[in-house]
């Protein structure tokens, strides 16, 4: 999409971050009944001090429009990524910029982050029922169901294991 960027966030990017985050995750009604999940959400500066929070920004105005946090295996954040591996979390669009390219650009992001790192993969995991253009978005970007690593970090969320292989360089 043009007219987007992708950087690292800046800690003057933390609060919109924070907003938009939250906003994105109860305008899909994944904060119902969540018990401090959406203080994990907002709290930005945790995020970047344990991986690379990356924002999509609008060239035109600077408005950041989406983030994404992209973690390494054994770091606080990391949750299936095994060594060689990385994953990414919390990607979120701003309800208003929606459609725009920027949950695609996000995840792009990172598995390019990824292929420089020399990962040998990236694996996500998505809220089983979120929204279909949200599968449809990471099965395009190449991710495969990953059985295996389905889990359940509390009672009532269920989470489905994505998985895209990276080529060996």
């Not at 999509?56 to 994404?68: M, P, Q, R």
């Not at 169901?145 to 009672?155: G, H, L, M, N």
Request: glycine share 10%.
């Amino acid at each position: 999409m043009t007219g987007l960027r992708v950087r690292r966030a800046e800690p003057a990017d933390y609060p919109a971050v924070a907003r938009l985050t939250v906003a994105a995750y109860e305008a899909d009604g994944q904060l119902k009944g969540e018990n401090g999940y959406g203080a994990v959400l907002a709290d930005v500066s945790t995020r970047a001090a344990s991986g690379e929070v990356l924002v999509a920004v609008d060239e035109a105005t600077g408005a950041v429009l989406g983030s994404v946090t992209f973690v390494l295996p054994g770091t606080p954040f990391a949750e299936l990524s095994a060594a060689g591996e990385a994953e990414f979390r919390m990607l979120a669009v701003d309800p208003a910029a929606q459609g725009r390219g920027v949950g695609a650009a996000l995840a792009r992001a990172c598995v390019d982050r990824a292929a420089e790192l020399g990962c040998t993969a990236v694996v996500i995991c998505v809220r089983a029922g979120m929204a279909a253009s949200a599968h449809r978005l990471y099965e395009r970007l190449g991710f495969v169901r990953s059985p295996a690593q389905d889990w359940s970090p509390v009672p009532g969320v269920d989470l489905l294991g994505l998985r895209r292989e990276l080529p060996r360089s």
